[in-house]
């Protein structure tokens, strides 16, 4: 089991961007496959992003061209960068850690992001 802690989130305008960071307690090497997923208020969560050991990449339809998941391995860091962002980006973002390939094993508690005028 590892601890998550994700930071970054906030209230940004339509078409502005923002930086989540995710800072894991132990090696994300230990990991399948780290990822980010967010639940808005009515919806189900859904997978965002996600980046295996080996550095492959995955993004949702909604955020393919938008935003970029990269790691950090000598930080245990894992971010998200999110540009060009829209309203029904707003939801809380989780970070997310696979000791398997298709579900995260751990999650962490959680960042709101709100993309409002």
């Known amino acids: 089991q590892v601890q998550l802690v994700e930071s970054g989130g906030g209230l940004v305008q339509p078409g502005g961007s923002l930086r989540l960071s995710c800072a894991a307690s132990?090696?994300?090497?230990?990991?399948?496959?780290m990822g980010w997923y967010r639940q808005a208020p009515g919806n189900q969560r859904e997978r965002v992003a996600t980046?295996?050991?080996?550095?492959?990449?995955n993004y949702a339809d909604a955020v393919k061209g938008r935003f970029t998941i990269s790691t950090d391995n000598t930080k245990n860091t894992v971010y998200l960068q999110m540009n060009s962002l829209k309203p029904e980006d707003t939801a809380v973002y989780y970070c997310?850690?696979?000791?398997?390939?298709?579900?995260?094993?751990?999650w962490g508690q959680g960042t709101q992001v709100t993309v409002s005028s």
């Open positions: 132990g090696s994300i090497v230990s990991f399948a496959v």
């Open positions: 980046i295996t050991r080996g550095g492959t990449t």
């Open positions: 997310t850690a696979n000791r398997g390939l298709y579900l995260p094993s751990d």
